[in-house]
């Protein structure tokens, strides 16, 4: 076994210095009830070559985002990894590390941690921000339970516009706690009424721009509303990469601002691992969730960085924590900073204008398309288009002329049959004018058919 | 010595011919000080190369970005040097033993990241139609079969995102349970050796949390537990083996008791390492684990994460399980991500994350699962608790163990061995630094006095295991001899020595911020 670096002979001596006969005698404390005496029903080991010949015929299996026109999104984003973020992740000492318990040994997973921070502050326009969380929709939860503890009300509002897997991930999550949480229905145009369902018991109002179907929000009628009435606003994303053409969420007054940052540094890898980021404001920095890293000196007076505040976390403060997470998304927080390093302040707007202008280029093809209406005034990088007949039918059918044509809204909010003719289509730098006229093709008979 | 006769071993000379000049740079050699990326940058450089969108009329209705975002610019060789340079500041598994006791720090088999960045998995949407997915659905079903068939338990949950959230995800379908069957309860039994996250998620769920003592054997107190079940328990949450290493040998007695007071049997499955192919949870009477994907099936821990948590159940609690399920019907995958108004067969919880679990996980694990195979993964549990036993074995003269008998997969100290020194378990840890080792687990479990736990896992080799004890022998031996300078404010040889956590956290810096100018004093 080539992970296996002891000998029979190691074994066999090892043994022999432990002053026991047998490996089994080491499991003496198992009840004999429950020692299996033979190996489980499941195949035996293999080499590399056989098992990648059978990994690779899974992959194969898949029709990957490269091998056709592409245009799904709706919380994960397809965009170009520059090289460098892969070859500087796989470094063992970043990839094979554990949690930087250790400081004096841990300097450059803490001082990434450091530099991540201070750019997710930057990107969201808010004071701090976490280590990471595990995504977008935990960090929304993590959000509201800490909405909660800074406002002591328990209530919560929730946009109809906030995409339905982070709803459903903080509704879970709230599942066993008092308190009533209030969802909108989804409206397409973007337009609801938030500020009017804030009473005097309300802990916060969570509100997602671009919203689920690509529209841009004000968030600042929003924000004084929630500040007038005592309530917190918190702010979500499922696009980070929006955050370099838009005026950022605390900017507009969020008191939180969380998100989904997969689109820098991470691929899509079926939705996981992805990345959640959280900020917020300096005051309520001892009320965040999660790992936070902080600046300090050494015995010799140099500076040097530490996990910090842990006097928050589960293991000190056990079931008194502001929340239970531990291993987060360290990896995917450090692909993000070094795609963020290498794109800088031109490289971030630049890519988020050619995302934008993207999406631009696509509505002007599909509006023309029989039977398809483009529904958005304002947008991104994904919009919303109302087509003749039912959405997942014509994904389906457009899956099967190898176009891979958006998400129907009906995957993820399957009880609305008002969103049944709906599709989600995002469109990012990797979209080329070819794979958008494919589009409008494949749309155009999939809705005659 | 070298030729210049200065000591080359590691030790205080060393530290003090280091200390006698100073570099112009602030370079030590291949040590390199590095700046912060926010102090690198210039403006008008970049590292990518994109093309120039143009002019357009945008549809962004007057909500774009104005201000400035403070990124630096830096070219991709600036990047690549930053980046390389710190990550020589990190100690690694693929550096060395990293014996951090319940953390199963193993070699991670790059075949698995090979595999991971296959685009057919790393680059395939989770809202792709079902139908252009079948490979990746397969994928999290074997991995859910070998879960199954290596612990005995019927029902699984794919999608928590690490070891507390599978927590989560158990204890809430332990919830779900119970209150279907209109049975409330308040709280939850945990033994003092837990780790944190278990009373945290407890409490997360709305449970109170009420800690069980550890016997004298470092087991669970079974008298206790007895005594403190009743109605008013929901579950008990053990570690099994614990945190001390040990198995609990009461287990079914623990479980038995647990179900004849209405609860149920929740285990931490953090340190299914010892035992995984020699002993199936599902028989020891456990009802819901979660299994650390990033320990025992060794996906890389990537500096903090990210992991994967997926959480067997017995049959009562299978139908709970959080959503998105994967069901295969004759090579037909279909994945059912929301709950069917009237099935009766599902009673999910509901949904714990965005899409369907760590896919990038899955795949490692199942690579690393078909390279071992059913008769590998034993051999990992024998080699596993054979190494610890070894490091006990060898130190035991020196460093007594804090219970007796053999231990599973790591060995837990206390600081008696220090007693009469003026060495801290901390000082003596940190001491380990400068003899090129990562320290073990310390002050952790809360059970025993100054707690040294080390794990040393099966893909160290006996020379590795020699090495280690050499270590820390000759460190008890410094200790005990009076040697002792070399402890107090140990580490001397890293690149940063200790660090001042107290003022971390009495003034905490989370960002950097550009230094203030004249103007913005003002």
Known sequence: ?449 | MNRQGRPTAPGLQAQGANESFNTHTGHRGLEHEEPVIFEQGAEGRCGVDLPDPGAFEDCLGGLNRHNEIGLPGLSEPQVIRHFVRLSRKNYAIDLGIYPLGSCTMKHNPRLNEVIARLPGFANVHPLQPVSTVQGALEVIDMVAHWLRALTGMPGIAMSPKAGAHGELCGLMAIRAALEDRGDARQKVLVPESAHGTNPATAALCGYRVEAIPANVRGRVDLGILRERLDETVAAVMVTNPNTCGLFEDEVIEIAEATHAAGAFFYCDGANFNAIVGRVRPGDLGVDAMHINLHKTFSTPHGGGGPGAGPVVFAKELAPYAALPHVNAVDGDYTLIEHQAPAAEESKSFGRLTAFHGQMGMFVRTLTYMLSHGADGLCKVAEDAVLGANYLLARLKDVMPPSFDGPCMHEALFDDRFLIGTDVTTLDFSKALIDEGFHPMTMYFPLVVHGALLIEPTETESRDSLDEFVVALRGLVADAQSGNTARFAGAPYLSPRRRLDETAAARAPVLRWSPPATPEAAE
């Open chain 1, 1 to 449: 076994m080539r992970y296996l670096p002891l000998t029979d002979g190691d074994r066999t001596s090892m043994l022999a210095e432990i002053g026991v006969d047998s490996i089994d005698d080491l499991y003496a404390d198992v009840p004999p009830s429950v020692r299996l005496d033979g190996l489980i029903d499941l195949p035996l080991h293999q080499g590399e070559l056989e098992v990648e010949r059978a990994m690779k015929q899974l992959a194969a299996k898949n029709l990957e985002a490269g091998a056709a026109p592409f245009f799904v999104g709706a919380g994960a984003y397809r965009h170009h990894i520059p090289a460098a973020v892969d070859h500087l992740i796989q470094r063992s000492e970043f990839l094979t590390a554990y949690t930087p318990y250790q400081p004096e040994i841990s300097q450059g997973t803490l001082q990434c941690l450091f530099e991540y921070q201070t750019q997710v502050a930057l990107l969201t326009g808010t004071e701090v921000a976490n280590a990471s969380m595990y995504d977008g929709s935990t960090a929304c939860a993590e959000a509201v339970l800490m909405a909660r503890r800074v406002t002591r009300r328990k209530n919560v509002v929730v946009s109809g516009g906030l995409h339905p897997h982070y709803r459903e991930v903080t509704k879970t999550t709230l599942r066993f706690t008092e308190g009533k949480l209030t969802p909108c229905p989804p409206a397409p145009d973007g337009v609801e009424d938030l500020a009017g369902l804030i009473d005097g018991e309300t802990a916060c109002v969570v509100v997602q721009t671009p919203d689920l179907f690509g529209n841009i929000r004000d968030l600042q009628p929003l924000a004084a509303a929630a500040q007038a009435a005592g309530a917190l606003l918190i702010a979500v994303f499922t696009e980070a990469m929006s955050l370099g053409a838009l005026m950022p969420p605390g900017e507009m007054g969020a008191d939180i601002v969380v998100g989904e940052g997969q689109s820098f540094g991470n691929g899509l890898n079926f939705g996981g691992p992805n990345l959640g980021l959280f900020a917020t404001r300096q005051l309520y920095q001892r009320q965040m969730p999660g790992r936070l890293c902080g600046e300090t000196v050494d015995a010799d007076g140099r500076r040097g960085y530490v996990l910090t505040l842990s006097t928050r976390e589960q293991h000190i403060r056990r079931e008194k924590a502001t929340s239970n997470i531990c291993t987060n998304a360290g990896l995917c927080a450090l692909a993000f900073c070094i795609h963020m390093a290498l794109l800088g302040e031109d490289g971030l707007k630049r890519i988020a204008q050619l995302n934008h202008k993207a999406a631009i280029d696509l509505a002007g093809k599909l509006q023309p398309v029989p039977g398809v209406e483009v529904l958005n005034k304002t947008y991104f990088n994904e919009f919303t288009i109302r087509v003749d007949g039912r959405a997942d039918r014509i994904v389906e059918s457009m899956a099967g002329q190898g176009v891979l044509g958006g998400v129907p809204l009906s995957r993820l909010c399957p009880d609305r049959e008002e969103l049944a003719d709906l599709i989600l289509v995002a469109a990012t730098e990797c979209t080329t004018d070819l794979e958008m006229d494919q589009l409008a093709a494949a749309l155009g008979k999939a809705v005659a058919s």
